[in-house]
Nanobody, 115 residues
Framework: VQLVESGVGLVQPGGSLRLSCAAS????????MSWYRQAPGKERELVAGIKYFGSSINYADFVKGRFTISRDNAKNTVYLQMNSLKPEDTAVYYCNAKSADTDYWGQGTQVTVSS
């Protein structure tokens, strides 16, 4: 099983960045896919999640209207489009795949928002 995030970036406040997470080794469409983040000295927190065929999506309040999660089951990939980035969005972003009895994590990718 692998979850490989890409989209490491340094971006200025107000800028945009798209993260990708390519999955392999499990049946992607049967898993809820989510993005979490962890800033230095803080606990890991949920950013956004998307169910199996995109029928249900949820966002943390702090990203609503700015971030968009999507998935492509044909490519076994989940995306996080991040717009209007703020310095407080700086964190390591993690991809997560969850089923009823299984929980997989990617290695994380650093996003830094700074001028």
């Amino acid at each position: 099983v692998q979850l490989v995030e890409s989209g490491v970036g340094l971006v200025q406040p107000g800028g945009s960045l798209r993260l990708s997470c390519a999955a392999s080794g499990f049946t992607f469409s049967r898993y809820v896919m989510s993005w979490y983040r962890q800033a230095p000295g803080k606990e890991r927190e949920l950013v956004a999640g998307i169910k199996y065929f995109g029928s249900s999506i949820n966002y943390a309040d702090f990203v609503k209207g700015r971030f968009t999660i999507s998935r492509d089951n044909a490519k076994n990939t989940v995306y996080l489009q991040m717009n209007s980035l703020k310095p407080e969005d700086t964190a390591v972003y993690y991809c997560n795949a969850k089923s009823a009895d299984t929980d997989y994590w990617g290695q994380g990718t650093q996003v830094t928002v700074s001028s």
